[in-house]
């Protein structure tokens, strides 16, 4: 069968990986990239971990056999469970859990996860941004080597076909689970392959798709270099909220849209960028909310800032901050009250007002005060820290965005 070898393929991937996890449901391409990770690295070098969605009866069946596949090679296994309770689109959602779950589990126990993707896959994926008309981030399709959630995920197959890791079970005598969705055309994948097939004849094949990610990675490491210098050039910190250079505006409009998605990503903490055609209204507004962040013109320079009734807790507490105080206090957004207490202790003349931090009421009302038995006991970003210290996340430098889409 032509193509590059998959154990070879695999083998590069890992290079230089101590430990790796394997994403595996039971479907021939996982269960593939399992039995080649261990032929690769050797049963003690990798872990194998399952998540059962909860979404089909015969899912915990599947994972047992994955179980038992996996104590015949010698390899750990864990079974991972989503409570889905989701309304909305179930099959994102379900997607996004299992990234999630994985990465947790992940941590601390391997330092690579394999995603069993393939050649085939990745045709699939640039021929519905296609449809979604996508631009160069869409196009360029999944990365082979991504850092996300805390954890480094690779995809070894991108230039495997399907067939190809098939093949590889079928020479070794393991069989595999043919999940019943790939051929509901409900599902927009499934749609896409059997698009595949027909647009063969007009010479789109699967190869060549894949060929234009590729193409499509290339330009999209320029334009985050582009991007990236931008960011240094226009755009400041400013008491956890961002100030950008209005020359922004002027920057050619994939720069510009670029530079303006990561910043909402960074404020944000979202694990997938607003719609392309969304940040571009924004920008022409220069004036809007999009994405739990509010943009708004202020002299030569628009700020940007997160919206008050988006912030979320956690630790860090919105995805970005951390504090460190002399007693017992946990973060908590400044709010209406926050800044009416702040107001009040002012005219007391025990620290000058909020308004002279020269941010928006609005903006202010959204950042991190330290609050203890409903009382706010600090505020370090508005001139009454009283031994607390804050602590963001820094801005991160544009890179490559690889998806992690499926």
Wanted: proline share 5%.
């Amino acid at each position: 069968m032509s193509g590059p070898a998959p154990l070879a393929c695999l083998r590069a991937a890992c290079e230089g990986v101590a430990r790796v996890g394997v994403a595996v449901s039971g479907g021939g391409d996982s269960v593939a990239a399992l039995v080649l990770a261990v032929e690769a690295l050797g049963p003690g070098r990798v872990a194998a971990v399952s998540v059962d969605h909860g979404l089909r009866p015969e899912a915990a069946t599947e994972v047992a056999g994955v179980a038992a596949l996996c104590a015949r090679l010698g390899v750990t296994h864990a079974t991972l469970r989503w409570d889905s309770g989701h309304r909305g689109n179930l099959m994102a959602a379900a997607r996004d859990a299992r990234l999630g779950l994985i990465a947790a589990w992940a941590k601390g126990r391997v330092n690579a996860v394999i995603l069993a993707h393939t050649l085939d896959d990745q045709a699939e994926t640039v021929l519905m941004r296609l449809a979604r008309g996508s631009g160069v981030d869409g196009l360029a399709g999944m990365a082979a080597r991504r850092e996300a959630m805390g954890m480094t995920w690779l995809r070894p197959f991108l230039n495997v076909s399907r067939a190809a890791l098939r093949a590889e079970l079928v020479a070794r005598g393991i069989g595999w689970i043919e999940d019943p969705t790939n051929a509901d055309p409900q599902y927009l994948r499934v749609r896409a392959r059997q698009a595949l097939g027909a647009v063969a004849a007009m010479g789109i094949t699967a190869q060549g798709l894949a060929a234009t990610a590729v193409r499509m990675r290339r330009a999209q490491e320029v334009l985050a270099q582009q991007a990236q210098a931008a960011l240094e050039a226009m755009v400041r910190e400013e008491r956890g909220t961002l100030l950008i250079d209005r020359a922004a505006l002027a920057l050619p409009g994939e720069t510009r849209a670029r530079l303006v998605s990561h910043l909402l990503g960074h404020l944000s903490g979202a694990a997938h960028r607003p719609r392309l055609a969304e940040v571009e209204r924004l920008i022409a507004a220069a004036h809007g909310t999009l994405g739990g962040c509010v943009l708004a013109p202020e002299g030569a320079s628009l700020r940007l800032w997160r919206e008050a009734r988006a912030v979320r807790g956690g630790d860090p507490w919105d995805g970005r901050w951390q504090a460190r105080g002399p007693g017992a206090g946990q973060i908590g957004p400044l709010g209406e009250a926050g800044l009416l207490a702040l107001s009040r202790q002012a005219a007391a003349g025990l620290h000058p007002h909020w308004r002279g931090t020269g941010l928006p009421r609005a903006a202010l009302a959204g950042l991190p005060g330290i609050w203890h038995d409903g009382a706010l006991i600090a505020s370090p970003l508005t001139f009454w820290p009283q031994g607390w210290a804050l602590y963001a996340r820094p801005l991160a430098a544009i890179v490559t965005p690889g998806s992690l889409s499926h």
